[in-house]
């Protein structure tokens, strides 16, 4: 069959990789991809939102099925546009994709359906929402309701930083759109966890857990980025909690877009907070989690084409799905400078040697002059997989070390929290 996968980030790398394994493919496009891609599929110089451009391809290309990687697309209707014209598509419908694209909506869903989340308020104008700030007191997280590429959401400590997350979002419109309406809800405190799952609109199966690294310094310090490092599993997800989040969140979750006319078929992703009460919920996304997907995908035995056709033709429950018991982390090598300003362009050095078991997948990486070198702020997701943590940990950061480029940044404690827990 021929794939084409939408997206050109280490997440589909890491799709790519795994979709190429699969005996059922023959050809595996991707648009744009990235330099790194460009080894296992071939890449189509086609933006991933550009919906119109990628169904002309799709039908002229006769593409067998199309796995999108970003949320944008989806959130845009890119898997209706699909499905209109007889496509299939791997990714959820619009209406589905809604859970990741207005925060309010996701809210009300779990308020409707009783699954744990913060509490929380929602204002369209900033002076009832400043009003509210003060009344209830910081910590407080004030966030945009629309998709603001993983910086719309403020942790304000203090009321100084609350008042002016609201009028950022509300006034000067930073985020855009996306600020029209924003939330202000409650701090929870706790140990965060992702839970990927596939689902077939009815049955859903949880993948196993991870965990990302959101700032960009070592300690969890400095600002907010798409991800520096991921593993799998996190151990603060036990066969217990895995239990109570599939039947108190997931299913629910599952259950309640079906009641709402918004079936979902695809990758569910809960980005859950364990606090003491037990799992909340701090946000969906309609999609692999990047760079969640690297390790997560990295652990995956199955065939990932079997998995999505059984997602696709309804029968998820019959689908068998193995994972290894060894455990995956990923690394991930940034630009100087990233998540604010950086220099793109820079040689990159040392790849092609990756050791067993590990793998470095591109993110912001290009060909130029017949050299890769960087063309984003995540330029590659340096994975490993290996029998304990502590031994991914060391495989990923000697993988790590044989990559340079000029300005290269990453942090040092990619899976440490997995190894205090442990302690
Ligand atoms: P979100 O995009 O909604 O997941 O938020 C981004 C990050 O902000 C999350 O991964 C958490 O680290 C943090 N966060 C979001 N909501 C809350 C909350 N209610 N309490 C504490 N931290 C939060
Ligand atoms: N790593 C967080 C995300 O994909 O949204």
Known sequence: ???????????????????????????IFCAPGNAGIARLAECIDIASDDINALLDFAVKNRIDMTVVGPEAPLTAGLADRFAEAGLKVFGPAKRAAEIEGSKTLAKEIMEKYQIPTAKYRVFTEAAPAIEYIKKIGVPVVVKADGLAAGKGVIIAEDMDTALSAVKQIMEEKVFGAAGNKLLVEEFLEGEEVSVLAFSDGTCVVPMVSSQDHKRAYDNDQGPNTGGMGAYSP????????????????????????????????????????????GPKVLEYNARFGDPEAQPVLMRLETDLVDIMESVLEGRLKQQEICWSPEAAVCVVLASGGYPGTYEKGKEIFGLNQNGPGSYAFHAGTAIKDAKIVTSGGRVLGVTARSASIEDAISAAYKEAEKINFAGVHYRRDIGAKALNRKR
Request: aromatic share 6%; charged share 25%; no cysteine.
């Open 234 to 277: 996190a151990p603060v997800y036990t066969t217990e909690m895995a239990e109570i989040v599939l039947e108190k969140i997931l299913q629910p979750t599952i259950d309640g877009l079906k009641a709402e006319g918004r079936t979902y078929r695809g990758v569910i992703y809960a980005g859950l907070m364990i606090t003491k009460d």
């Open 1 to 27: 069959m021929k794939v084409l996968v939408v997206g050109g980030g280490g997440r589909e790398h890491a799709l790519v990789w795994k979709l190429a394994q699969s005996p059922k493919v023959d050809k």
